[in-house]
């Protein structure tokens, strides 16, 4: 089975003024493709792992020949984390709530201790990398960042939320100011019902 590049819920313009519409085209149609394109070239002459789904690959890279681990861990964490970045995000995006809401605050105590501890996870990632907020296997939540595109599946996490801290994820709007990227996904692109449908039907399963 060939991966394929996810469509998005929105056009490209619909995270503006927060994430341009430049950004979002290169990222989604250039970026995000060509890991995928990658991807199927490493897995084209293993049809045993063509069948596998993503996360079970990535979950298990030891079992993934050593010729192609490289690859798929990069190319196949890139189209894994991308997919999970674009899915959480929309235009007018509400807070989080309901269950999520209530056991966040029971870890951090509240939303904006949680939203402190995400962004220091986020801005403190040297170079490139990713931010995320995964449930552990005890089925507690957790912040934490990985280098390139490494995913906490890797560590028998599920993740839950992503932010995209790569340069190109909003060098052409930012510059070096990836303090405030963070900030405005945070408080205005992250959707909180998105993440909270995730997170809901992973603690159902």
């Known amino acids: 089975m060939m991966q394929k590049l996810p469509p998005l819920d929105y ?3 619909a995270l503006e003024p927060y994430i341009d519409a430049q950004t979002m085209e ?3 149609a250039k970026h995000h493709q060509t890991y995928i394109d990658k991807l199927n070239d490493a897995l084209e002459n293993h049809p045993n792992l063509k069948e596998m789904p993503l996360e079970e690959m990535l979950k298990n890279l030891e079992e993934v020949p050593e010729d ?3 690859s798929v861990r990069n190319n196949g964490g890139g189209h894994f984390s ?3 970045f674009w899915e959480i995000m929309a235009p007018n995006a509400k807070s989080v709530s309901g269950k999520l809401k209530e056991d966040i605050e029971k870890k951090w105590g509240t939303v904006e ?3 402190e501890e ?6 403190s990632r040297f170079a490139s990398g990713w931010a995320w907020l995964s449930i552990d296997k005890s089925g507690e939540l957790q912040i934490s960042s990985t280098p ?7 560590e028998e996490m599920i ?6 801290v790569w340069e190109h994820a909003y060098y052409l709007k930012y510059q070096n100011r990836r303090p405030e990227f963070i900030k405005n996904w945070l408080d205005n692109v992250a959707c909180g019902d998105k993440i909270g449908e995730i997170y809901l039907s992973k603690i159902n399963t």
Request: aromatic share 8%; no cysteine.
């Open 26 to 28: 290169i990222h989604h």
């Open 118 to 123: 995400f962004t220091e996870a986020a801005v």
């Open 113 to 115: 201790k949680f939203k």
């Open 148 to 154: 390139n595109h490494d995913t906490p599946l890797m």
């Open 82 to 84: 991308h997919s999970l």
């Open 11 to 13: 056009p490209y313009n």
């Open 68 to 70: 192609i681990r490289t």
């Open 159 to 164: 993740p839950i939320m992503v932010i995209d």
